[in-house]
C-alpha cells in the first residue's frame, strides 16, 4: 500500500512537469526546494533534537559558491558547478558541526545564529567576490536531461525535473540513512543520550554526522534555489529564510520525516495569495507560527494520524520530543 | 583635535555605549537565568523604546513622557507575554520558538508602522548641545545618558546583591524547584523578572534614541551584542555581564576607527571562537 502510493505520487510529480503551465509550474519548483530544506531542518530537529536558528548557513554557502563558480569559471557544465556548490555547503557544514557539537538546546539556536549572521556580513563586505547588497546574477545554461533531445523541454520544465530528481534523490538518501546502524543510533542519541554513551557510542562522532548530512541536504536546496532565482544576494542570511523554514516545518509537522513537504505547499501558497494583498505577509506567517506551536504543535500531520486512526489505519509516528529534558 | 583627544573621545563614546549595552542586557541576563530560555525576541523590546520615542514625539508628548511611559507599558507586556507564551509548563523548544515568532511580529510591525528607513529622535531641548571640557567639546546629551545608565546599572546591582528581592530573584535562578519548597512563588517571580528586563530594553531604547536613532534593523543587530554579553558574561550575576558590556563598548568604538569594514565579522569570529573553547563563557562557571 505504501509503495503504491509512494509510486503514485512520483508519477503524478513528473506529470506536473508536463499538467502545470508557467507560473505554477514556478510555484511547484519552489515548493521542491524549499520543502527539502525545511526537510533538513527537521532531520536535525526531529532526529537530533537540535534547532537551528541559522539553518539557511550552508543553504546561502551552497547557493553562493553556485554563482561565484558560474561567474568565475565561465563554460563549466551546470552540474558540475551544482556538484560544487553541493561541495562547499558539505564542507561549511562539517566545519560548523564540530564547532557546534557539544551545544545544545537555546545556546546550539543561538551560535548557528551568530554563525549564519558571520556570513551574513562577509556576504555584505567582501565585495570583490559577493558584489555585496547588489548580490550575484547566477550565469549558467538551463540543466539538459539525459535521453531527452535538446529543446524539447522548456526552461522551466527542465528546472523543475531536475529539482525534482535531486529532492527525490536527497529525501531517499537521508531515508536509506535513518535504516542504517548510525541513522539508529541517531534516534537512540536523541531519545537517551546517556544511555547511548554508557552503550559505547560515540556520541559526538553520531552528532557530526547528522549535523553534516543536514547541512548538505540544506546545500542540495541552496544550490536548487540559486539555479532557480537566478540571483543570490546577502538576503539568503538574514533570518527570514530560517523563520520560513521553521514555519513549513511547524506546519507540515515536525514528528514525520517528510511531512514539511506539506507545510512547503501551505507556504508558498499562503506567500503567493498572501503577497499580492500585502508586503508584510510575513507578519502573518509569524502570528500563524505562533498559533500551530499554541495549539497544533503536531502540524498538519496530526491531523493524519488522528484521522488514520479514526479509521483504523495508523500511520507512523516518530514520537515527538520531550524537549523539557533538553533545558 | 589632537591624535589623543580622538582617542578620548572614541573611548567616550564607547563608555556610553557600554552602559546602554549593560541595560539592555541585564534584563537579558536576569530572564535567561530565570527562565533559562534564550529569549531572541529581547532585542524587540529594545527596538520598541526607541519606537515609542519616536511615536511620543510625533504625539507631541515628548521625549520624557516616553521615558516614562515605554518601560511601564513594556513592564506590562513583557509580564502577560511571560505568563501566557513563555510560563514553565511550555516546552524549552516552543519556549525557543515563541520568542523567535515573537521578533519577526514586532519587525514586521515596526516595518508597518514607521517603514524601513532609520527615524531620528531630536533630543530633548534641556540637553542639547555641548558642553566644554579639557581639550575638547562633548555632546552633554551622552554625558546624561552616561550618567543616568551608571545610576540605573548600580541601583540594579545594589537591589540583586543586597535586597531581599535580589534574594529571591538569584535564588529561583540557582535553583526553582528549592525556591518554591521554600515558599517563594516563583510563577510571580518570572512574571516580575521578565516584566523588569523587557523594561529595562525599553528605558535603554528611548534613552539611546537620540543618539543611535530608531532603526528597524536594530533588534537584530541589538540581539547578537546582548547575548555576546549574557553568554560571556554568564547569567545570574550582574558584574560579568557589565564587565563584558564595558569591554564590548570600547572594542566597537576602535574597531569601528581602524577596521570599519570587517569589524563585526572578527567580533561574531571571536565570540564563536570563545565559546567553542569556553562553552561556559568567559566569566561563567564550568557546569
Not at chain 1, 276 to 283: D, E
Not at chain 2, 156 to 170: E, F, H, N, P
Not at chain 2, 200 to 222: E, K, N, R
Request: proline share 4%; glycine share 10%.
Amino acid at each position: 500500500m505504501r509503495t503504491v502510493g509512494i509510486f503514485v505520487v512520483l508519477i503524478a510529480a513528473v506529470l506536473f512537469a508536463f499538467i502545470l503551465e508557467g507560473g505554477r509550474l514556478r510555484l511547484a519548483t519552489e515548493i521542491l526546494y524549499l520543502g527539502l530544506f525545511a526537510v533538513s531542518f527537521n532531520f536535525l530537529f526531529n532526529y537530533m533534537g537540535l534547532l537551528s536558528f541559522g539553518h539557511n548557513a550552508t543553504y546561502g554557502v551552497a547557493a553562493y559558491a553556485f554563482a561565484i563558480v558560474a561567474a568565475r569559471i565561465p563554460g563549466m557544465p551546470v552540474y558540475a558547478i551544482g556538484v560544487i556548490a553541493v561541495a562547499a555547503s558539505a564542507l561549511i557544514g562539517f566545519l560548523g558541526s564540530l564547532l557546534f557539537v557539544r551545544l545544545k538546546g537555546g545556546y546550539f539556536a543561538l551560535m548557528t545564529m551568530a554563525f549564519c549572521q558571520l556570513l551574513f556580513f562577509c556576504a555584505l563586505k567582501f565585495y570583490g567576490l559577493t558584489r555585496g547588497e547588489d548580490g550575484l546574477m547566477v550565469l549558467v545554461q538551463t540543466p539538459e536531461l539525459p535521453f531527452v533531445p535538446e529543446g524539447a523541454l522548456s526552461n522551466d520544465q527542465s528546472i523543475y525535473l531536475v529539482t525534482l530528481v535531486a529532492v527525490i534523490v536527497c529525501c531517499a538518501a537521508l531515508q536509506w540513512f535513518l535504516l542504517t546502524p548510525i541513522g539508529r543510533a541517531t534516534i537512540l542519541v536523541k531519545a537517551n543520550e546517556e544511555r547511548a554513551r554508557f552503550l559505547g557510542y560515540n556520541v559526538p562522532a553520531i552528532k557530526v554526522v547528522v549535523m553534516t548530512l543536514s547541512a548538505t541536504v540544506a546545500g542540495v536546496a541552496g544550490t536548487l534555489f540559486a539555479l532557480f532565482q537566478g540571483l543570490v544576494s546577502p538576503g539568503v542570511f538574514s533570518f527570514a529564510p530560517v523563520g520560513d523554514v521553521i514555519f513549513m516545518a511547524l506546519l507540515g509537522g515536525t514528528s514525520s520525516l517528510f511531512a514539511p513537504f506539506a507545510g512547503a505547499v501551505g507556504f508558498i501558497l499562503l506567500e503567493d495569495t498572501l503577497a499580492g494583498i500585502t508586503s508584510h505577509w510575513r507578519l502573518i506567517i509569524a502570528l500563524l507560527s505562533i498559533v500551530l506551536v499554541l495549539y497544533l504543535p503536531g502540524g498538519l500531520y496530526s491531523i493524519y494520524l488522528w484521522i488514520s486512526r479514526r479509521t483504523g489505519k495508523p500511520g507512523v509516528e516518530v514520537k515527538p520530543l520531550d524537549a523539557r529534558k533538553e533545558a | 583635535m589632537s591624535g589623543s583627544t580622538i582617542l578620548l573621545v572614541q573611548s567616550l563614546h564607547g563608555l556610553v555605549y557600554g552602559f546602554v549595552l549593560f541595560l539592555i542586557s541585564s534584563g537579558l541576563a536576569v530572564t535567561m537565568g530565570i527562565l533559562r530560555i534564550t529569549n531572541v525576541a529581547h532585542g524587540s523590546f529594545y527596538m520598541m523604546g526607541a519606537y515609542a520615542a519616536v511615536l511620543m514625539a510625533a504625539w507631541q508628548l515628548g521625549f520624557w513622557a516616553a521615558l516614562l511611559v515605554a518601560p511601564a507599558i513594556l513592564f506590562a507586556v513583557g509580564g502577560v507575554l511571560e505568563r501566557t507564551l513563555l510560563s514553565e509548563h511550555r516546552s524549552h523548544f516552543h519556549q525557543l520558538l515563541l520568542t523567535f515568532c515573537l521578533f519577526f511580529i514586532v519587525n514586521e510591525l515596526v516595518l508597518l508602522g514607521f517603514g524601513a528607513a532609520a527615524l531620528p529622535v531630536s533630543t530633548p531641548s534641556v540637553l542639547q548641545g555641548s558642553i566644554e571640557l579639557p581639550g575638547f567639546t562633548y555632546p552633554v546629551y551622552r554625558l546624561f545618558v552616561l550618567a543616568v545608565a551608571i545610576l540605573v546599572s548600580a541601583l540594579l546591582l545594589v537591589v540583586i546583591s543586597r535586597t531581599k528581592m535580589g534574594a529571591i530573584v538569584r535564588a529561583v535562578v540557582a535553583d526553582p524547584g528549592m525556591a518554591e519548597a521554600v515558599g517563594i512563588n516563583t510563577g510571580m517571580t518570572r512574571f516580575a523578572a521578565f516584566g523588569v528586563g523587557a523594561a529595562l530594553a525599553g528605558f535603554a531604547g528611548v534613552i539611546a534614541s537620540p543618539i543611535y536613532q530608531a532603526d528597524p534593523t536594530m533588534a537584530a543587530t541589538s540581539l547578537l551584542n546582548m547575548f555576546i554579553v549574557v553568554i560571556l558574561g554568564g547569567f545570574g550575576s550582574l558584574a560579568g555581564p557589565l564587565i563584558i558590556s564595558l569591554l564590548l563598548g570600547q572594542l566597537q568604538a576602535f574597531g569601528i576607527m581602524y577596521i570599519p569594514n570587517y569589524f563585526i565579522i572578527l567580533q561574531l569570529a571571536v565570540f564563536i571562537g570563545i565559546l567553542v573553547i569556553r562553552p561556559q563563557g568567559l566569566l561563567g562557571e564550568a557546569q
